[in-house]
């Protein structure tokens, strides 16, 4: 059985930092590209950041400079570091895996609010 648990989320002032982990089970982490979507109320689904089994990373422009994905296969984990946090930022976070299958988290809230 796959899972994928987020943790980390929380409230957060604005111009605060939080970092998000996602640890994973059931797969053989190291094949799978992972990713970090988020969904703000009212907002389309959208996709942070990536970075595939070949260690390849991709941002949003919005993240671009102040969020870091890396991820770390002894662990069957992957980070999302936040920094410089800002109000819309507040979302659903939730993180995915995908090589033979896509697999979702179930999310975790992260609140940017003064």
């Known amino acids: 059985q796959v899972q994928l648990v987020e943790s980390g989320g929380g409230l957060v002032q604005p111009g605060g930092s939080l970092r998000l982990s996602c640890a994973a089970s059931g797969i053989i982490f190291s094949r799978y590209h992972m990713g970090w979507y988020r969904q703000a109320p009212g907002k389309q689904l959208e996709l942070v950041a990536g970075?595939?089994?070949?260690?390849?990373?991709d941002y949003a422009d919005s993240v671009k400079g102040r969020f870091t994905i890396s991820r770390d296969n002894a662990k069957n984990t992957v980070y999302l570091q936040m920094n410089s946090l800002k109000p819309e930022d507040t979302a659903v976070y939730s993180c995915t895996a995908r090589y033979r299958g896509d697999y979702w988290g179930q999310g975790t809230q992260v609140t940017v609010s003064s």
């Open positions: 970075i595939t089994n070949g260690g390849r990373i």
